[in-house]
């Protein structure tokens, strides 16, 4: 098979949540670990962090590749969804998995894993992992797909266990509270394995507690150390100030734009510490000049990217309650000069737009679409529920016709934001 038939035949014989939905959800481990042992268990040839939480574990994954790698460690990655090529998912060094490394392995392996069934995700993470262990990875950061406890990346036993936040997102499987939601979340401690979590949380803090303690796991939160006070775009790189218990301020540089990421950043920071400890040596130096470069250095895109200027268009991946207004919250922050705001907005059918979609400025232009897949609400759905929350605008037929609109009408001064799902970013970039 070329590689364009190896994709082909990936997403269409196989159950693919990001395209058909719950349906592709499985409720439990039993492929996954048949499929590891088909492999000669990969997932125990290499050390590992896993990341699991509702929003930020992308960026958190990203920032920590690239402070691993900038230190000399062979870095495996591993994330989802991808943007634009499948190979997205799986980078050694910043580096995507060669189309070659795809081919072969589902060649290989075709007849066999389709014997067990596995669904899209599965077998991609048997991928993952069988080139990290291949290609002999010092560490590799395993960043969960959906949940924690049932996530097909929760056959490893990780160095640490990560979990950013919990706010509300895929409630349909996860859980119809956000206590049921960070139980979910908290599946991937493992017994003794030291959990960092990042921001605290009043409704879920406890669960975590309770389950690091019936697990022996030492736990800590980055919100305990660090309190993230505030962050300034300053050309190309954004800097954020933190503030340490004892009150010494650290002014941080990264190159990921937008208010939500000083949160992620003071995760990253106590995950380092805890690396240390474990005995890799990561210089400050090196942490910092990482941050500089996490796009370069990992491939990273759609976290407040600023695509042009003049009109300034930004997109963003940001796709549930929580994240939606913590970016809209940094585009008033940022922009308070807009002439006007136009959005470009798209959505996957079963989102809670009840909640989402009040949380957008009536005083805009709105340009609504349906991201090319399956899960994709349809254009006049969208505009018409929009109306109901006093939302005026347009449907198009594409997410490109949309975005293209939006330019035509748009002035110099003007911010165009894209964004309400991950598969809406992937058509514009």
């Known amino acids: 098979m070329t590689y364009k038939e190896t994709i082909d035949f990936l997403y269409s014989n196989l159950p693919m949540y990001s395209r058909i939905g719950r349906a592709a959800y499985k409720k439990d481990l039993t492929n996954t670990l048949k499929l590891c042992g088909l492999l000669d268990h990969p997932e125990k040839k290499f050390k590992s962090i896993h990341i699991a939480g509702t929003n930020g574990k992308g960026s958190t994954s990203h920032m ?14 591993y994330t989802s969804p991808h943007l634009k090529d499948f190979r997205e ?20 392996h075709k007849e066999k ?72 979340k908290a599946g991937i401690i493992k017994p003794g394995v030291p959990v960092i ?19 022996k796991s030492p736990i800590r939160f980055a919100s305990s150390k660090y309190r993230w006070r505030e962050t300034f775009l300053v050309g190309d790189h954004a800097e954020s100030v933190f503030e340490l218990r004892n009150k010494k301020r650290l002014m941080i540089k990264h190159d990921l734009r937008g208010v939500y990421q000083g949160a992620n950043v003071a995760t990253v920071f106590m995950v380092c510490e805890a690396l240390e400890k474990a005995g890799f040596r990561l ?14 250095l990992t491939g990273l895109r759609g976290r407040w990217d600023i695509m042009r200027t003049k009109p300034t268009v930004i997109a963003d991946v940001a796709h549930n309650e929580s994240g939606i207004q913590i970016t809209l919250d940094g585009l008033k922050k940022f922009f308070p000069h807009a002439t006007a705001f136009r959005f470009v907005l798209g959505f996957v059918k079963e989102k809670d737009l009840a909640k989402i979609l009040p949380l957008f400025p009536a005083k805009a232009t709105y340009y609504f679409c349906k991201p090319d897949l399956p899960r994709g609400l349809d254009a006049p759905l969208l505009l018409e529920q929009a109306k109901t929350r006093g939302l005026t605008g347009t449907a198009f037929p594409s997410v490109r016709s949309a975005y293209l609109a939006a330019l035509k009408d748009a002035g110099e001064e003007d911010v165009i934001y894209v964004g309400g799902s991950t598969f809406v970013i992937a058509e514009v970039l």
């Open 113 to 184: 894993v389709m014997k067990i069934g596995c669904s899209f995700f599965e077998w991609t993470v048997g991928l993952a992992f069988h080139y990290f262990a291949k290609n002999k990875v010092d560490i590799a950061v395993i960043e969960t797909g959906l949940g924690g406890r049932l996530d097909s990346t929760n056959v490893i036993t990780p160095l640490l266990s990560v979990i950013t936040n919990i706010s509300w997102d895929h409630a349909e499987m996860l859980g119809d509270s956000l206590k049921k939601i960070a139980a979910e």
């Open 197 to 215: 979590i990042g921001e605290r949380n009043k409704e879920t803090d406890a669960v975590f507690i309770s389950k690091a303690r019936e697990l």
């Open 283 to 296: 210089p400050k130096e090196k942490i910092l000049d990482a941050l500089l470069h996490v796009r370069k």
């Open 64 to 77: 920590l590749a690239a402070i691993l790698q900038h230190a000399g460690y062979r870095t495996g990655l």
């Open 89 to 108: 998912r799986i980078r050694i060094n910043g580096q995507m998995i060669p189309q070659a490394e795809v081919v072969d392995f589902v060649e290989q």
